[in-house]
């Protein structure tokens, strides 16, 4: 026992319990009454929608609305929320409510779970994650029950309410309007564009950051929640400008379309690659540049602790930062007159590097198993592993072996490809751990 619990540190305990939720939900899909035919999904399939749910991805294989009983869409969205909070999120939550002691491994579990820098505070954090994800999702549920109850009637405007805020807050993307539709019905809706995309955008600038902004009084906001809130907002005005000025007159999306709801789906579709899914438009109809804009704004991501995937954004903002201090020769990365420890600068180019070499292997493999073209295969992987949802048309006919391909990237994206780094190695601290050998150049660049 002793030997097992050595070997199960806070990473694999995750990763472990991320791929039981999955297995659990594939096997819930894969019962009869989920599906409206009666069969239930093949397995592959259940594996590959519960793999999308718990890892908030929003690619779908088969349509969620016209295939999916209440009962397979109930299992979905309780997957979503499972996955964008984390599952040891929930474990911590019904201890708390049969008043069972945190023990100091649970805390280092949520350490872990919530991306925190330390263990000390860290129910205290739990709490205010709990607190302030319902309350988002509770107001955002609300606000689109009340829009949707003039199309729909009350019971199923607040079905669809309750499912769409927590798809949104979690950034999964999963939707309920039917034949792949997304939310185009509603390209020109500001109460549901507005709702979605704050939703969104709360989910993805992570839980710390939520606590920090929300329950700050009076004290300092952190550097980490203002640079978080600095990138995001740069990289949504950015998007929104791009994809505003390449399909202003492209007919297939943004064309047609009156100059407010021009604006109005630039933003939405600049805040959805952000690990969201929804969509407003035609993203197959989007010319090459913008889709390029998209594929890097899904690979940056959302930040860290949050429902989102990508590299995050503070990631993002440390390599910048580095490659300009190396151009400039200087000794040091610094941000807002703070030295960005060389561990963090290692870690991101770790993690930014090991995301690049994943989703050339996985293009690799399916560009020789799927007959699509380079773009559309990029477009695909990219999202899977940014945990986004946003396709190009291609997951739903996908063969066997692309379906696995996209299941390991989604799993991944989630997880986070440190993170299965550390749960595949067994580090062994002995003495050659702090030997410095003698220095010696080679030739870079």
């Not at 109005?264 to 690990?275: G, I, N």
């Not at 400039?328 to 561990?343: A, I, M, Y």
Request: charged residues 10%.
């Amino acid at each position: 026992m002793n030997a097992l619990g050595k070997l199960m540190t806070p990473s694999r305990v995750l990763v472990l319990g991320f791929a039981m939720v999955i297995l659990f939900g594939a096997l819930l899909l894969t019962l009869p009454l989920a599906t409206h035919d009666g069969r239930g999904l093949s397995f592959l399939n259940a594996l590959f929608t519960a793999t999308s749910a718990v890892c908030v991805t929003g690619l779908v294989v088969v349509d969620t609305a016209t295939t999916f009983t209440g009962f397979g869409q109930v299992v979905i969205m309780l997957m979503i929320q499972v996955g964008g909070l984390g599952f040891m999120t929930f474990a911590t939550m019904f201890a708390f409510i049969l008043k069972k002691r945190i023990t100091f491994k649970e805390r280092l579990l949520l350490q872990e779970a919530l991306n925190h820098v330390s263990v000390e505070g860290i129910v205290r954090l739990f709490r205010s994650v709990i607190q302030i994800s319902f309350a988002i999702e509770a107001i955002g549920a609300l606000i689109l029950t009340i829009r949707w109850s003039f199309d729909f009637g009350f019971s199923k405007a607040l079905y669809y309410g309750i499912f769409h805020s927590v798809s949104a807050f979690n950034n999964a993307g999963f939707d309920l309007f039917g034949n792949f539709s997304s939310l185009t019905g509603y390209v020109g809706d500001p109460i549901v564009n507005i709702t979605i995309m704050l939703l969104i955008i709360c989910g993805g600038l992570g839980f710390i950051v939520l606590a920090d902004l929300l329950g700050n009084k009076g004290r300092t906001i952190k550097l980490h929640t203002k640079i978080v809130v600095q990138v995001s907002a740069i990289l949504i005005l950015v998007g929104a400008v791009i994809i505003f000025a390449i399909e202003y007159a492209n007919p297939k999306t943004l064309g047609p379309l009156p100059l407010g709801t021009k604006v109005l789906a630039a933003l939405f579709q600049s805040v959805s690659p952000r690990t969201a899914g929804f969509n407003t438009i035609n993203i197959a109809g989007m010319h090459e540049t913008t889709l390029l804009s998209m594929i890097g704004l899904m690979f940056v991501g959302a930040s860290p602790g949050s429902a989102g995937g990508g590299i995050k954004t503070t990631t993002f903002i440390s390599i910048i930062l580095s490659v300009l201090s190396t151009y400039r020769s200087q000794p040091h990365v610094v941000l807002k007159g703070r030295t960005l420890p060389k561990d963090v600068i290692q870690k991101a180019w770790a993690i930014t590097t090991s995301a690049a070499f994943l989703i050339f292997i996985i293009i690799s493999i399916l560009s020789l198993t799927e007959r699509v073209d380079l773009l559309t295969v990029l477009f695909e992987v990219t999202s899977a592993f940014g945990t986004v949802g946003l396709s190009l048309g291609i997951t739903p006919i996908l063969s066997e072996i692309g379906k696995m391909a996209i299941i390991l990237t989604m799993f991944i994206g989630r997880v986070g490809p440190l993170t299965l780094a550390f749960v595949l190695s067994q580090k062994r601290h002995n003495g050659a751990d702090h030997i410095k050998y003698p220095d010696e150049r080679i030739m870079i660049g």
